[in-house]
């Protein structure tokens, strides 16, 4: 059976992992490289890595470290942030990136998608939605959250993946960072709604909020960083835990 | 040992040249006949859509020198449909090497799969020290269908052949470049037939 998979996520700034990390054994735990590896070795399914680099040269460390995690990691990755042309998705997936994650760009100018299905394959492009609810109603956001559409997160979701979307990750801003759980009502709906993979993302505190959001969210993967960073969910015990619950993953 | 990874425009030969490089074997990047056809082991990848990368393979000749190839070749995803009869993407005829049609998934799932899922039935060399617990990576939204050629049995809306094996030719589903250990053991039984 396909089994449910687990997403460390790692931010990125010029290079290096920005959120404080705590784990064992690691040598340099800025090092994006020796982190994918850890969590590889630990059995992560995949990982993603999202650039926030705000300069040029920033943006231009990516490339080298994107190198490095592919001749290193033997799992897939994505590679998100600061994505906005076919030509950017032809340097990552060249670097080898399996995968990249694009957002604001693709709210900016929706024909993007289908650019990168249409030159790369559905497969490798998976769009990234964050949202939070304004008057019970789910809005599209930007800019971390701080800059609302117009868009409908249900109309929007559905619109991506006629365009070519393989996967969409959803961001609940309205979850994100609480550590409360994640926002399973909208992911359900969501899965229900699209014929494409749903990433969760937002709100993992613990490892009952995994088996919920595999569960009551219908979600096919979750995505957490600090919980994993910190060790606070070690994800071989999350692993047996959901599988004890009779989630299938891959141990 | 020369291993060549056939280039010929179509897929994530990076990550397939770097996951060789950590078992010790550097693989050489090639379009051409004459450093293919003189390879002791041959990949063959692929990732996109059939009849374009179908159209590049023509393009080079190379539809007509991979049926003819007498060393081990192993077709990765795409590469492994192509090495089928035909496809339903884009209805594509493939190199005909094993006799199996390529199908769509049914929308009674979500479509690509992407993700781990076990292969069963194992029935290869290639699969030398694994068991019908390993989880490999996979990402496709067409599948084989199973037939006597069948290695490698997974389910997702259907049983269906995630690996295929006729004579020096073998073609897997999945991604052994992505899936982690038990990957790299595929990777490493290949080099070792």
Redesign the interface.
Do not use: C, D, I, L
């Given at each position: 059976m396909l089994t449910k998979r687990i997403i460390p996520c790692l931010d990125i700034k010029n290079g290096r992992t920005v959120k404080g990390v705590n784990f064992v054994n690691l040598i340099d735990a800025g090092d994006p490289v020796e982190l994918a590896k850890q969590y590889a070795e630990i059995g992560a399914d995949e990982l993603v890595f999202l650039d926030i680099s705000a300069t040029l040269e920033g943006r231009k460390t990516m490339h080298d470290m994107v190198l490095r995690v592919a001749e290193q990691v033997n799992i897939p990755f994505t590679v998100g942030g600061g994505i906005s042309s076919v030509e950017d998705v032809d340097d990552l997936l060249h670097c080898g990136a399996d995968k990249v994650s694009i957002n604001s760009s693709a709210v900016k100018r929706p024909a993007l998608i289908n650019e990168l299905s249409q030159k790369f394959g559905s497969q490798c492009v998976v769009v990234a939605i964050d949202a939070k609810q304004l008057d019970g109603k789910w809005m599209v956001h930007l800019a971390g959250g701080t800059i609302p559409t117009k868009l409908d997160l249900f109309d929007w979701a559905k619109e991506v993946e006629s365009r070519g979307a393989g996967e969409i990750l959803f961001t609940s801003m309205d979850h994100d960072g609480t550590k409360a759980g994640f926002a399973n009502e909208a992911l359900a709906k969501l899965s229900a709604l699209v014929n494409i993979p749903i990433i969760a993302s937002g709100g993992a505190g613990t490892v009952k909020h995994f088996v919920d959001t595999f569960t009551l969210g219908k979600s096919d993967a979750a995505l957490a960083a600090s919980v994993f960073h910190f060790g606070e969910i070690p994800i071989p015990e999350l692993k047996k835990e959901l599988r004890n619950n009779n989630i299938e993953v891959r141990l | 040992m020369k291993l060549v990874i056939i280039d010929y425009g179509a897929g994530?030969i990076?990550?397939i040249q770097?996951?060789f490089?950590?078992l010790g074997v550097d693989a050489i990047l090639s379009s051409n006949i004459e450093e293919i056809k003189g390879a002791d082991k041959i990949i063959f990848p692929g990732?996109?859509?059939a009849s374009s990368a179908m159209k590049m393979l023509k393009e080079s000749g190379l539809d007509i020198i991979i049926p003819t190839l007498k060393q081990p070749v192993l077709g990765i995803c795409l590469g492994m449909q192509l090495m089928c009869n035909q496809t339903e993407e884009g209805n594509t005829q493939g190199l005909g090497i094993f006799d199996v049609t390529v199908k769509k998934f049914s929308?009674d799932v979500?479509?690509?799969?992407?993700?781990?899922?076990?292969i069963t039935n194992l029935q290869s060399d290639l699969f030398e020290g694994l068991t019908d617990k390993d989880?490999m990576?996979l990402?496709?939204?067409y599948y084989a269908e199973n037939s006597s050629e069948s290695i490698a049995k997974t389910?997702?809306d259907v049983e269906y052949a995630s690996a295929l094996q006729k004579d020096n030719f073998y073609g897997v589903q999945f991604?052994p470049?992505?899936?982690?250990?038990s990957?790299?053991r595929i990777l490493q039984n290949f080099l070792n037939l």
């Open positions: - | 994530n990076k990550s770097f996951a490089k950590r990732v996109g859509e929308k979500k479509v690509p799969q992407m993700g781990w899922n076990t989880y990576y990402v496709h939204s389910t997702y991604h470049e992505k899936s982690g250990k990957g790299e």
